[in-house]
């Protein structure tokens, strides 16, 4: 078997054009446009090119979108600071803070401090709370896309076993509660996991959110299996890698996704879809 390729940037564009066509419904309606501010920290030249990346997104969307571009020597009073004047801004839905962020700022009180309302990105506590409690809002981005990816397979999730590999706050364990709410008997994969090959051999969904390029053989995937690669890691070339030995493992799986052009898409479409429901939410319609 030869697996079919899932082409998330051709999903993006499609599902790109829906939120466009609902921002100019909204326009014609006398509301205003959803808005979404970035907090950019130092000069990370990978966080540089992602944020450029969601600025694109929302022009060609229609979002109102404002950078902060602040220094890598910011304090975490006036980090903070920063996001409390966010969380008080009436244009502002959403509110995005780039990682990674310098060592000597705390990143989990500068994700506290955003309204849970305006966290799209779906890391504060309440959120990924919300989520655990099958009652979810703003869910966590890389996730939900990779969950849009699955529906837009017809992929059919209920008594499917589910392995998730990375056990991250932001990614491997809001990917392992999206698939347990979907009706799937998901197993984490993480460092001290013993014989993790037999486990993520009993798969039909495999979902890798690890960062180590290769990580993943095609001896660990049951024929037929659907296999989803977030990890993407940048290589002294500049080339990006994914988790998964594509070459090999598209030959047994029955879908797979590239590294480019896989999930990455999906997350930039989970922030633009979050920003338009935060919107949705703060203008109370
Ligand atoms: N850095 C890389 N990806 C992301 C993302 O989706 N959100 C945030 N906040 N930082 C990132």
């Not at 030995?245 to 479409?269: C, H, L, Y």
């Amino acid at each position: 078997m030869s697996a079919k390729i899932i082409d998330g940037n051709a999903i993006a564009k499609e599902l790109r054009g829906h939120i466009r066509e609902e921002v100019d419904a909204w326009v014609k309606q006398g509301r205003r446009l959803p808005g979404l501010a970035v907090i950019l920290v130092g000069n990370d030249p990978a966080s540089e090119i992602y944020v450029k990346g969601k600025r694109r997104d929302c022009d060609e969307v229609g979002f109102h979108s404002i950078v902060h571009h602040v220094s890598a020597n910011v304090t975490q009073s006036d980090l903070q600071a920063l996001i409390g004047s966010l969380n008080e801004d009436s244009s502002i839905d959403g509110i995005l803070v780039q990682t990674p962020l310098p060592t000597h700022i705390d990143q989990d009180r500068v994700i506290d401090e955003i309204d849970p309302k305006k966290d799209v990105d779906g890391f504060h506590p309440y959120n990924i709370g919300r989520l655990a409690l099958r009652r979810p809002t703003l869910r966590s981005c890389t996730p939900k896309g990779v969950m849009l990816l699955l529906e837009h397979i017809g992929c059919s999730f209920k008594g499917l076993d589910a392995a998730v590999i990375g056990a991250s706050n932001h990614v491997g364990r809001p990917m392992g509660l999206e698939l347990l709410l979907a009706g799937c008997t998901v197993t984490t994969a993480h460092k001290f996991t013993k014989d993790t090959a037999a486990k993520i051999r009993l798969a039909d969904i495999v979902v890798s959110a690890v960062g180590k390029p290769g990580l993943v053989p095609v001896e660990w995937i049951k024929p037929g299996a659907i296999v989803i690669d977030i990890g993407i890691t940048r290589g002294a070339n500049n080339k990006l890698y994914g988790d998964i030995q594509f070459d090999a493992v598209k030959e047994v799986a029955s879908w797979i996704t590239p590294v480019p052009g896989g999930v990455g898409p999906m997350t930039r479409i989970a922030l633009l879809q979050n920003t338009m429901q935060a919107s949705r939410d703060n203008q109370g319609f």
